[in-house]
């Protein structure tokens, strides 16, 4: 779940990926997200994107 809130990959994505269902994905990154918050987990920024 942690592509989820690095990348910001779908639920569409990943359910597709891992084999299995979308709510499946959805209910795994709910149950996930307070744990992170609980050990201040932040979601690191991404870098730049060099446009050419």
Not at 5 to 14: E, V
Not at 39 to 48: D, F, G, L, T
Request: charged share 25%; aromatic share 4%; with cysteine.
């Amino acid at each position: 779940m942690l592509v989820h809130l690095r990348h910001g990959t779908t639920h569409d994505i990943l359910a597709c990926w891992f084999g299995l269902d979308r709510s499946t994905i959805a209910r795994a990154i709910n149950e996930v997200r307070p744990l992170l918050a609980k050990e201040a987990v932040r979601q690191p920024k991404c870098a730049p994107v060099d446009p050419g």
